[in-house]
């Protein structure tokens, strides 16, 4: 049977018949090669049939030889297109892995020539091989070759290939839609020995697949890391729980491990290894999640390596923390030292030598605007009896109002500052408590304190907004 092409070579160029002027370009005179064998083409493109490139009469050519040199030859011109690199996936077949396709070689000589890769994808990390499969699958023999060299290699089976694709429609089909698979997968299906303490066990690809499978469906593919950042008296855990979201399969397969690609927070790609035996992975630089598998039970257990970036980021935040955390204790320290207390009130007063120089110096002190007390304006000092009761209520309002204290009215009466400050003993003197309780209960409500039984409750952020005006008021009234 004729093979019908719609592609050939013209100029070393790979071309679409339609590129070509039905005028001028028609039957021989088109000028076009066979991909494949290279013989001399006839552009057919009359009005009956699709418009097809077709041999001489006498030729050497096969449809699966167009379709493999085809692929490759799409393969070529699709750099930095992405292609995708499984599409049988046991884990999970909603996620194909793709790869970004940077530098093609074709016919690219591996190990001194032993090995021919159809195509070679040149990649930073990981280059891979890719073999057009049309006729006949690789030999194991090949298989093998190419898994001695630690290369692996894609099997894309182009068989079903029409030649009478548009460009995108092949790039399509050879980049995604041909079936293709990793060719070191098919030792899966190999059983693989290996001895463990207890003598010698059998475990096969297919076994770690379901029981990664399990693990993942289990949601037991995860581990935790941590670091606890320190300063000065403070310290700061952190702890990440790192998890597997996705898994894509086995990648690689020998003696010592088997090998699976898995995605943690959706788009960071780690390894996850299952050694075999008692191979111990040593020195792995890149995420790498370590399963133990309990192939008789159900104890797995999974450890992190590689991950000292991750450890170091956390690190670094943990210690961040720390120190704000260190900056906020220094700070509620500092706070508490700034505390006005009665004594320090007091001790203002006694130094002194009127009202107006102590308020001025409370005034210094807390930041509050009392410019409008008349001791302030005037020099008149006020009358011995007066004093005291002006500075008292101005303890009560800044200490324990402003502050959002608790205060009860004995308080006042039984302090040894405010006793020695006014030169009496309050302590007996039932006058000045009942003075304080009664001021208080008449202006309690509109300082905002909650009242209990005999204790005034204040909080800070109820206080009223002219806070500073209704203090001079009240200390004055
Ligand atoms: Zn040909």
Redesign the pocket.
């Known amino acids: 049977m004729a ?1 019908k092409t719609a592609w050939a070579l013209k100029d070393n160029k790979l071309i679409n018949i339609n590129q070509l002027d039905r005028d001028t370009e028609r039957g021989s005179k088109c000028g076009c090669l ?6 001399q ?1 006839v552009a057919r493109m009359g009005d009956h049939k699709a418009y097809h490139f077709a ?1 001489g009469s006498d ?1 050497n ?1 096969s449809l699966e ?2 379709q493999h040199q085809l692929a490759k030859a799409i393969i070529a011109t699709c750099i930095s297109e992405s292609i995708t690199t499984s599409s049988n996936n046991p884990i999970n077949t909603n996620l194909n892995h793709s790869v970004v396709l940077k530098t093609v070689d074709l016919e690219k000589a591996l190990a001194d020539g032993e090995l021919i890769a159809d195509c070679f994808v040149n990649r930073e990390h990981e280059s891979f091989a890719i073999e057009i499969f049309y006729t006949n699958k690789k030999s194991s023999a090949h298989i093998e070759r190419y898994h001695d060299l630690g290369i692996s290699a894609l099997e894309i089976d182009v068989s079903e290939m029409g030649l009478q694709l548009n460009r995108d429609e092949l790039k399509r089909f050879v980049l995604d839609d041909a079936p293709r698979k990793w060719l070191r997968k098919t030792l899966l299906e190999q059983e693989i020995e290996y001895s463990t303490a207890d003598g010698l066990d059998w475990i096969t690809a297919d076994d770690t697949v379901c029981a990664l499978k399990e693990l993942h469906e289990n949601d037991r593919l995860y581990d935790f890391v941590g670091a606890i950042g320190t300063c000065g008296q403070s310290s700061f855990r952190r702890r990440e729980r790192i998890n597997v979201q996705s898994v894509e399969g086995v990648i690689e397969l020998n003696e010592h491990y088997v090998l699976a690609r898995g995605f943690v927070n959706r788009s960071v790609s780690v390894a996850i290894m299952f050694p075999l035996g008692d191979y111990e992975p040593q020195s792995l630089t890149s995420p790498t999640l370590v399963v133990d598998l309990d192939i008789w039970g159900s104890h797995h257990r999974a450890n992190w390596h590689g991950i000292e970036k991750w450890k170091k980021k956390l690190q670094y935040q943990a210690d961040l923390e720390a120190e704000k955390k260190e900056q906020r204790r220094l700070k509620r320290l500092t706070a508490k030292d700034n505390e006005l207390k009665i004594e320090h009130i007091c001790k203002m007063y006694k130094q002194s030598s009127s009202l107006t120089d102590f308020y001025r110096a409370l005034a210094e002190q807390t930041g509050l605007e009392l410019s409008d007390l008349p001791f302030m304006s005037s020099e008149k000092i006020m009358t011995n009896w007066n004093c005291p009761r002006a500075v008292w209520r101005a303890i009560v309002l800044l200490v324990f109002v402003r502050q959002g204290k608790e205060l009860e009215c004995d308080m006042i009466g039984y302090d040894m500052f405010m006793n020695d400050a006014f030169g009496c003993d309050y302590r007996y003197a039932e006058n000045r408590s009942k003075e304080v309780y009664f001021w208080l209960d008449k202006h309690f409500e509109t300082l905002g304190a909650k009242k209990k039984r005999l204790v005034y409750q204040f909080h800070k952020s109820k206080l009223p907004k002219n806070f500073d005006a209704m203090m001079v008021d009240l200390i004055t009234s």
């Not at 066979?34 to 013989?39: A, F, G, K, R, Y």
């Open positions: 093979i066979c991909i494949s064998c290279n013989s083409l041999h030729y050519c030889s167009i």
